[in-house]
């Protein structure tokens, strides 16, 4: 109640009482004094001004050549040696594998090709698709079971994510050609084993000299490993160009590893990665 509204005049008690309630319901709860206070007290300051540090000096990530580096040729060895039985199958593969002219007889040397335990597990042999005359080549790792029912390499899933990746850099299966390292599903969509990618090789390494491509795309690990002949992972791999040597003494093409896109389902958020290797990839001119 403000000091101007104050009159000398004195109420009875009755008369105060039913004033107070009314106050009280129009929230006139507490006397208005001559100055305006503050109910809220050191709370109105301002927050003090934080002293701003400098920030920590960022760490210095080490830059990955982007450099064509010393051609590639030689696998690194498997976690196990290989037997006699197993040295047979290789050597077994590699006379199939010169002997084959061209990809169709390659195709049909594979179909016949008994040192590899997956062709009798697996229900069609998994070549390769696309434009054989192509200049960009993709090599994967090993069919699942949509490419085992169909016979043909990424057709699944994974496969419908990388022609999706590819369409965005102007490829499809008209202008690139595609096929694994690993013919044969393995059973349960396990990864091929070492011994298994060995006996395969010489059928992968004669297929890219067939073709020979203008340009390798390495799908993954087990097809940049296998084929650059490193231990290093992908996620370092990857984006970098490196030279394969197609046959024993024939000339080098560049090489681009990327991550496959099974990995990339599972990791969403590496498929920006994935899009600055792809425009590499077109850079390249194709």
């Known amino acids: 109640m403000s000091q101007d509204a104050r009159t000398d005049q004195q109420l009875d008690p009755q008369q ?13 709860d507490e006397a208005i004094e001559p100055t305006p206070q ?17 920030p920590p000096p960022a760490p210095v990530t080490p830059q990955l050549s982007e450099q064509p580096v ?32 061209d990809l169709a007889a390659l195709k049909e040397a594979l179909a ?3 040192g590899v335990s997956l062709s009798r597990t697996a229900t069609n042999l998994v070549f390769a698709d696309g434009n054989p005359a192509a200049k960009v080549m993709l090599v994967g790792e090993a069919p699942g079971a949509d490419e085992d029912r169909l016979g043909l390499p990424f057709v699944g899933v994974s496969g419908q994510l990388l022609d999706r990746m590819m369409a965005a850099v102007g490829l499809d ?8 390292v690993c013919f044969w599903r393995p059973p349960g969509n396990r990864k091929p084993t070492d011994l298994e990618l060995a006996a395969q090789k010489p059928f992968v390494e004669r297929h890219i000299e067939l073709v020979a491509p203008r340009v390798l795309v390495l799908v993954g690990a087990a097809a940049a490993q296998g084929l650059l002949g490193t231990t290093e992972g992908i996620t370092r791999l990857r984006g970098r160009w490196f030279q394969y040597r197609l046959g024993e003494d024939g000339p080098t093409i560049p090489a681009l590893p990327i991550f496959h896109p099974a ?24």
């Open 16 to 28: 105060a009482l039913v004033m107070l309630k009314l106050y009280i319901e129009w929230g006139a």
């Open 38 to 54: 503050s109910r809220l007290g050191a709370t109105l300051a301002p927050p003090p001004v934080p002293v701003r540090q400098p």
């Open 70 to 101: 010393a051609p590639f040729r030689t696998a690194p060895a498997p976690a196990r040696a290989l037997g006699p039985m197993d040295q047979a199958a290789v050597l077994s593969a590699r006379e199939a594998a010169r002997a084959a002219p």
């Open 112 to 114: 016949r090709f008994d």
């Open 173 to 180: 299966r008209t202008t690139f050609y595609i096929t694994n």
């Open 263 to 286: 990995y990339l389902l599972r990791q969403p958020a590496q498929k920006r990665e994935t899009w600055r290797d792809l425009l590499k990839l077109k850079e390249f001119g194709l």
